[in-house]
């Protein structure tokens, strides 16, 4: 098989690839969507009325105290890991009730009604809205991640370009590496038809 044939054969190969990242291209350039899609929702913090005595004994490396609508929240860490303490017997704090959760997740997402509607349901630390979001509470951190169908759809778009198309790390690992050599190749094999008609012409 010659070399035009080869190119050929590359070109149609790399044809489905290219559409992709130039589909994804375009669209991270623009990047419609994306301040909902990521918005970084956060527990909302009250000022806290009373001062915490802590034991003197402690062995935490950082210490975190806020009130949220829930009350009030002792966060340390030690050896590097999160914990959540009750800010009265410094034990691990009870996990909320659905209840809870919901007042806390209430509380946090009430500035952007449009987006986050109204919780449809609890499931653990998990909220559902009625806009499809999904909300994930960290207990132990005091954090929220929240998820959208605009998010899935973008994390996808993400997939695509970067090739990863099966879900299996180590498959996608390898249709990158080929994806991006198969470039380079045809890149290559297009130089040298250039300079084949460039000896031609001349």
């Known amino acids: ?72 929240h002792l966060l340390v860490k030690e050896n590097g890991k999160s914990l959540h303490l009750d800010s009265e017997t410094f034990e691990p704090a009870n996990v909320p009730s659905k209840v809870e959760v919901t007042r806390l997740i209430n509380d946090a997402i009430e500035h952007n009604p449009e987006r986050y509607g109204v919780i449809s349901s609890v499931v653990d630390l998990v909220a559902y809205t009625s806009t499809n979001v999904e909300i994930t509470l960290n207990w132990q951190n005091m954090t929220l991640r929240q998820q959208g169908e605009d998010t899935a759809f973008i994390n996808r778009m993400y997939k695509i370009h970067y090739l990863q198309w099966t879900g299996v790390d180590s498959i996608d690992k390898v249709l990158g590496i080929v994806g991006l050599g198969l470039v380079v190749l045809l890149a290559i094999l297009g130089i040298k038809l250039s300079f084949k008609r460039s000896n031609r012409s001349s």
Do not use: C
């Not at 929702?41 to 490396?61: E, F, G, H």
């Open 1 to 72: 098989m010659n070399s035009r044939k080869i190119h050929k054969t590359l070109g149609f190969i790399l044809l489905l690839p290219f559409i992709g990242w130039a589909i994804t291209g375009v669209f991270f350039f623009v990047k419609p969507g994306y301040s909902g899609a990521y918005d970084q929702l956060r527990v909302k913090s009250y000022p806290a009325i009373q001062s915490l005595q802590l034991p003197q004994d402690n062995q935490w490396d950082e210490v975190k105290v806020f009130k949220s609508a829930l009350g009030k």
